[in-house]
Structures are given as structure tokens and as C-alpha cells.
């Protein structure tokens, strides 16, 4: 047991030296992630004016609300879904493990007495690690700059609330697995298909548009909302978001969270049995 | 040796020569235009969302669903324009000068920023156009015929729409081989990439939505005279999409100025860059 500890200690110091390397190019591109952001807070500042002005010259821009959000808490989701998403993206891991597989690197975690999937997790908490504590300066500084924008939330926002607080905590770092179990099954697929790009392609599409972070899901109408209640896809964005700004609460929070841990475990098992029977057909030449 | 190449027929090899192979790959071709396709689809329908909680983005600045439908389809013009003739060859430039093969490229009796910028076409881009183009007409036509204040198009507008599309892909193009020169002296430069698609980012919405306020004007301002991805759709498709008023003539202008400095800007970074170029093979 303790040897094993040490050893899966090893692996993640190893992983955030490797990723501590590159940290300019890594507080660049952080600042640089929230300018995408800066043009949707300025399409929706723009059509919050276009309906306030429709609805009356007396009324300003917190008077109006699209499905339920003000402006302020527009912004605010917008920057609470960049939250989500330091936490839920996987950058390159299905595709990483397709290749892995496809060029053969997979065989080294067959013969050494490490877990492909732990391993790989390891690295991605590394990764995670090593991103926040340089992304933690640019995103303090966009959220300060920003805190106006969180003043008037609801009583069960987590700025209120200690167990909306807990909760949103819990959704992030389930949405961290559950984003991490998911990629991985997509790049498993590669034990049969080999080249995954295609798949990986409609999963991007499709979570672009359906996790939240180009807008909040609940905007949606009527044949698509359902179609988000069954699909994983929400709680890698949406999710924490609307639990942080008050959205959902009480049973239908703690449903919520129920649903998303149900999703995580079944991508544990899932990835767990695709790993198995990927492996039982595996096989590889050469050296 | 002292003759001079000709440019145009060079090009139409590589046009002829990238054709061929992508026609090789028959099915990857047609998934890559399926996928371009698939995407435009998707934004399409975020924008659909959004016209159905308001009637125009803005108050007052006149861009109405079709309208902005317009806007998007130049958009969709430019945008596959430069994915079809830049986006690969870029790519491939910094590849080139991290693997030391700029070299051949150094040595060919050609211009190198020609080679460099044209040799590989992707057809699969010019989906885009297509769909542009059916979502255009497709807006003009409710444009012109709604019943009230129905758009009225000049002659003269319509004519000038291809040039100042044209304007924006080359201004885009001069952004483009200006990040990727400076690979040159950055060794690899992923972020920069990035930076390409956050910037031209700011291209794609009305500029009137960054009037609000001090950040606002300064990013209009920013992105308007400093690096002008403003104007790169703005100019154009506000001419097709409503009339012009006196205010848009000097913007209407400035579009071609910014499209001359902005080419000579890059030829001169590319230049320079060139000049610091060490190769790297082995």
C-alpha cells in the first residue's frame, strides 16, 4: 500500500515539474482565454440595450432579463462557466490516447505495473494543479475587476451561502472527472477504430453548443432542454455555473448533483470496461 | 535565370496540384466540408436563439435578424477565403522554419512570401463560401421584399462588395503571416496561433457593440486604426445590408487604406524576419 502511494506520488511531482516548464507561455494564455469572453459580454451588453430600449426608455439594463438572467449575471456566467471549464476541458486527451494506441506507446503500460487510466489521471491533476497556480493571477484579476457584476445575486447564490458554496465546490470537481472519464472513452473507441478524429469532432460540436459556455442552456426552448436533462454534456459548463449564481436549489440541486455523480461513475466503469476488452484485442508488432 | 516567373500560372499549378490531392482522399474531403458545414449550421442556430429573445443586437444600430444574417454570410465569405488559401500555408510555414525546410524555399528563383503563402489550397474550406453565398441570397431577398421600409440595393454598392470582401481576407492574411513570421524568431509559437483566432474573434459582431463605455471605445478604437479586424467585415457588410449614410464614407475609405498599410506592414515584418532566419537542419 505504501509503496504504492509513493509511487503514484512520483508520478504526479514528476508530471507538474514537466508542466511548470513552460508557466510564461501558460499565464499568456490564460489572459488570452478570457478574450473570446469579452466579445460576448459585449454582443449581450448590446442586445440587453436593444430589449430594454423595445420595453421603454425608464427602464435600465438590470430591469430587463432574458430567460430569467439580468445583465449582471449574464457577465457572471459567463466568467463562472471559465471556472467550469479549468476544471472540465481535457485538451488533447482523447486524441492523446487514440494515438498512444494507434502507434503502439500503449504496450508500455501493458508490461510496466502501471494503470494506463490512473497514470493518465495523474498526469491531468498535474496538469490541472500546475495551471491554477499560475492561472490564479490572471483569473483573480479578471474576477476583481469584474466583481460588480456578482452584487445583486440571489440569496442562494453561493456568495451567500455556504452550501451552495460546498455544492458548486462538488460540482467542479466532479465535472474535473467526469470530463476526464468521458475523453477518455471517446479515445478508447480507438482500440477499434484507430483514428478517432471524426468522433472527437461531433463530441466538440456538440459540447460547444450544449454544455453552456456559449450561452446559458436554460435560454433554450422547449424540444432542446429536455434533450440537455438526458446528455452529460451540461456539467462540464452549465452546471457549476447555475449552482454558483443560485439557479437551482433545494431538491433540484441536490438531484443535480446526484445525476452528475451517477454520470461520473457510470464513465468510470464504462472507461474501465472499454480499457479491458480493448486490451483482449489489442495487439502489437514490432518493437 | 533572368526571366521573370510567372506568378500566375505558378499559381494555378498549386491550385491544380492541391485539387489533385484532395481529390485523392475523396471521403476526408467530404467529411471536412461536412464538418465545416455542421459547424456553420450550429452558430447559425445560436444566432437563431438569439433573435428570438430580441429583434435587433443593439439599440437603434439597425442590425436586424436578416440584417445580421448578412453580415454573417460575409463573414462566412472571408473567413473560408482565408481558411482555404492561408490558414494551411501558414501552418506549414512555421513548421518549415522549425524543421529547417524554409531553406528550399529560400532557394527557389521565386518570391518567397508567394511560395510561402500559396502553395497548398484547401478546397474543402470553400464549402463555406457556398453556404455563404445560399445564406446571402437567401437574406437579401427578405431584406428587399418585407413590406415595410423594403432595402433598396445600388448598383454600385453591389459591385464594390466583392473588392472590400476581398480587402478584409487580404487584411486578414497580412495579420496572419505577420504572427506566423515572427515563428522565426520565437522558435515555436503555439500561443500566437491562438492569438490569431481571438483576435479575428473580434471581427465577427456588429462594431457598434463596442460602444458602451471607455473599454468599449478603446477596443473600437483598437481594433478599428491599430489592427484593423474591425473593418475587415464591418465595411462590407454594411454596405450590402443597409444604406449608407454620410458617416460610413470615411470608414468605407479607411477600409482601403488599412488594406494598403496593412499588406505593406507584413511584407516589411516578413522581411525582416526572414533576414534573422537561421536554418536548422542538421
New interface residues.
Given amino acids: 500500500m505504501q509503496a504504492r502511494v509513493i509511487t503514484w506520488w512520483t508520478i504526479l511531482r514528476i508530471c507538474l515539474e514537466e508542466r511548470l516548464v513552460y508557466r510564461g507561455?501558460f499565464a499568456?494564455?490564460t489572459l488570452?482565454?478570457f478574450?473570446?469572453i469579452?466579445?460576448q459580454i459585449?454582443?449581450w451588453?448590446?442586445?440587453f440595450?436593444?430589449?430594454?430600449?423595445?420595453a421603454g426608455h425608464e427602464r435600465s439594463l438590470y430591469d430587463v432579463q432574458?430567460?430569467g438572467y439580468h445583465y449582471g449575471e449574464f457577465v457572471a456566467y459567463y466568467l463562472m462557466t471559465m471556472i467550469s471549464r479549468a476544471f472540465s476541458s481535457m485538451p488533447g486527451l482523447a486524441s492523446g490516447i487514440a494515438r498512444q494506441i494507434r502507434e503502439g506507446e500503449v504496450k508500455k503500460f501493458l508490461v510496466q505495473p502501471v494503470d494506463m487510466l490512473g497514470f493518465l489521471l495523474l498526469g491531468r491533476v498535474a496538469h490541472k494543479l500546475a495551471y491554477y497556480s499560475v492561472a490564479i493571477g490572471p483569473f483573480a484579476l479578471i474576477f476583481f475587476l469584474c466583481r460588480g457584476y456578482f452584487y445583486g445575486l440571489p440569496l442562494e447564490a453561493a456568495t451567500h451561502s455556504a452550501t451552495t458554496f460546498a455544492a458548486f465546490v462538488a460540482s467542479l470537481l466532479m465535472g474535473f472527472l467526469l470530463g476526464y472519464f468521458l475523453e477518455a472513452s471517446i479515445g478508447l473507441i480507438g482500440f477499434w477504430w484507430l483514428e478517432v478524429s471524426?468522433l472527437l469532432?461531433v463530441y466538440m460540436?456538440l459540447s460547444?453548443?450544449l454544455s453552456g459556455h456559449?450561452?446559458p442552456l436554460d435560454?433554450?426552448?422547449e424540444p432542446w432542454l429536455t434533450l440537455i436533462d438526458l446528455l452529460p454534456l451540461k456539467y462540464l459548463a452549465y452546471f457549476p455555473a447555475a449552482v454558483f449564481l443560485g439557479k437551482v436549489s433545494g431538491w433540484e440541486l441536490a438531484l443535480g448533483l446526484g445525476v452528475e455523480l451517477a454520470w461520473v461513475l457510470f464513465f468510470v466503469f464504462f472507461s474501465r470496461l472499454m480499457y479491458r476488452q480493448g486490451v483482449n484485442r489489442y495487439s502489437g508488432f514490432g518493437g | 535565370m533572368s526571366e521573370r516567373p510567372r506568378y500566375a500560372k505558378v499559381f494555378l499549378t498549386f491550385a491544380r496540384n492541391s485539387l489533385v490531392r484532395d481529390m485523392t482522399f475523396r471521403a476526408n474531403f467530404l467529411?471536412e466540408s461536412v464538418?465545416s458545414l455542421?459547424?456553420m449550421m450550429?452558430n447559425l442556430?445560436?444566432y437563431l436563439?438569439?433573435f428570438?429573445?430580441?429583434?435587433?443586437?443593439?439599440?437603434?444600430?439597425g442590425w436586424g435578424q436578416y440584417e445580421f444574417f448578412v453580415f454573417l454570410s460575409t463573414t462566412m465569405f472571408i473567413n473560408s477565403l482565408v481558411q482555404a488559401f492561408f490558414m494551411p500555408n501558414a501552418e506549414e510555414f512555421s513548421e518549415m522554419i522549425r524543421t529547417g525546410g524554409l531553406d528550399f524555399a529560400l532557394l527557389k528563383p521565386i518570391d518567397t512570401q508567394f511560395l510561402i503563402s500559396l502553395q497548398r489550397i484547401n478546397w474543402a474550406s470553400l464549402t463555406n463560401f457556398l453556404a455563404g453565398a445560399v445564406l446571402l441570397a437567401f437574406s437579401l431577398w427578405q431584406l428587399t421584399t418585407r413590406a415595410e421600409n423594403p432595402l433598396q440595393l445600388k448598383p454600385i454598392l453591389v459591385l464594390l462588395y466583392p473588392l472590400y470582401v476581398g480587402c478584409g481576407v487580404l487584411i486578414l492574411y497580412s495579420l496572419m503571416i505577420t504572427l506566423a513570421a515572427t515563428s522565426i524568431w520565437l522558435g515555436r509559437n503555439?500561443?500566437l496561433y491562438?492569438?490569431w483566432f481571438?483576435?479575428t474573434?473580434?471581427s465577427?459582431?456588429?462594431m457598434?457593440?463596442?460602444s458602451?463605455g471607455p473599454l468599449?471605445l478603446s477596443?473600437q478604437f483598437f481594433f478599428t486604426f491599430i489592427v484593423p479586424v474591425l473593418v475587415v467585415v464591418n465595411v462590407p457588410a454594411r454596405m450590402l445590408a443597409m444604406p449608407l449614410h454620410r458617416a460610413d464614407y470615411a470608414l468605407t475609405a479607411f477600409a482601403l487604406l488599412a488594406t494598403v498599410l496593412a499588406l505593406l506592414a507584413s511584407r516589411w515584418v516578413f522581411r525582416r524576419a526572414l533576414l534573422s532566419y537561421r536554418s536548422a537542419s542538421s
Fill in positions: 507561455d499568456l494564455g488570452m482565454r478574450l473570446p469579452v466579445t459585449f454582443l451588453y448590446a442586445i440595450q436593444a430589449v430594454s430600449a423595445a432574458l430567460a471524426s469532432f460540436l460547444f453548443f456559449m450561452f435560454m433554450l426552448p | 467529411i464538418a455542421a459547424w450550429a442556430g445560436f436563439l438569439i428570438g429573445y430580441t429583434d435587433s443586437i443593439g439599440a437603434n444600430t503555439q500561443t491562438d492569438f481571438y483576435i474573434n473580434f465577427r459582431y456588429p457598434e457593440i463596442y458602451g468599449g477596443l
